[in-house]
């Protein structure tokens, strides 16, 4: 069974702080990475990452793969209040196996940003 | 183009009771997906359906837990006699086609059973 393990689950930080979130994941044939930012509601589309090295970027925001050692990081710089949020990864099934859209989501990691 | 809807926002049910919770693709969306948000946990997958069939139900409890995605109106998850264990936040997501491009989360129902 896809796991997928994130740390730390929680983070408390005051604005301008730079935070390193982490993601671990045990998946057969993998297939892709996703990051996902939940406030009071909906979880929204971050980054889908899916070689390894490269880096995924939008505003403050960075994400890396790395498939050897099985992990994701994401970055955020400068953070602000609205940063405040879960963090989840997820990843989708393998390769070759049915239902594509089913994803196996991590924890998450509660970002509190302080003023 | 309206995102994915989910109703009511809120519901609160008796233990014993029935919940339907109510999930609208969006426009052009025929892949529907159930996720269950325990208190403190992640989403946990539930259901995955096209429209007139489940696809994958590995999810879903085996008991008073079922889903639909009928030809013509909106998904329905219906948990029969709930218990205070079903409390929770259950969010759909759509997609255009089968995978995560495109994946679209509503914004959840929270279910308390009392």
């Known amino acids: 069974e896809d796991k997928v393990v994130q740390s730390p689950l929680s983070l408390v930080v005051h604005e301008g702080d730079t935070v390193t979130l982490n993601c671990s994941y045990e998946?057969?044939?993998?297939?892709?990475l996703l990051w996902y930012k939940q406030e009071k509601k909906a979880p929204t589309f971050l980054f889908m990452l899916?070689?390894?090295?490269i880096e995924k970027k939008s505003g403050r925001l960075s994400s890396i793969l790395d498939k050897k050692e099985l992990f994701s990081i994401l970055n955020i710089t400068a953070t602000q209040t609205g940063d405040s949020a879960v963090y989840l990864c997820?990843?989708?099934?393998?390769?070759?196996?049915?239902?594509?859209?089913?994803?196996?989501f991590g924890q998450g990691t509660i970002l509190t940003v302080h003023p | 183009n309206a995102g994915v809807m989910q109703n009511p926002r809120h519901l609160v049910r008796r233990r014993g009771q029935e919940a339907r919770l109510r999930c609208s693709p969006m426009?052009?969306?025929?892949?529907v997906y159930w996720y269950r948000q325990l208190p403190e946990e992640g989403l946990k997958f539930m259901v995955y359906?096209?429209?007139?069939?489940?696809?994958?139900e590995s999810g879903m409890p085996k008991e008073r837990f079922s889903a639909e995605f009928p030809k013509e109106g909106p998904s329905i998850l219906r948990i029969q006699q709930v218990v205070r264990g079903d409390s929770a936040a259950y969010f759909c997501?759509?997609?255009?086609?089968?995978?995560?491009?495109?994946?679209?989360f509503g914004s959840g129902t929270r279910l308390t059973v009392v």
């Open positions: 998946v057969t044939n993998f297939r892709s």
């Open positions: 359906l096209q429209k007139e069939n489940i696809i994958d």
């Open positions: 997820a990843v989708p099934p393998p390769v070759g196996g049915t239902s594509y859209g089913k994803l196996t």
């Open positions: 899916t070689s390894s090295g």
């Open positions: 997501a759509s997609s255009p086609v089968e995978g995560s491009r495109g994946y679209t």
């Open positions: 426009k052009g969306h025929s892949h």
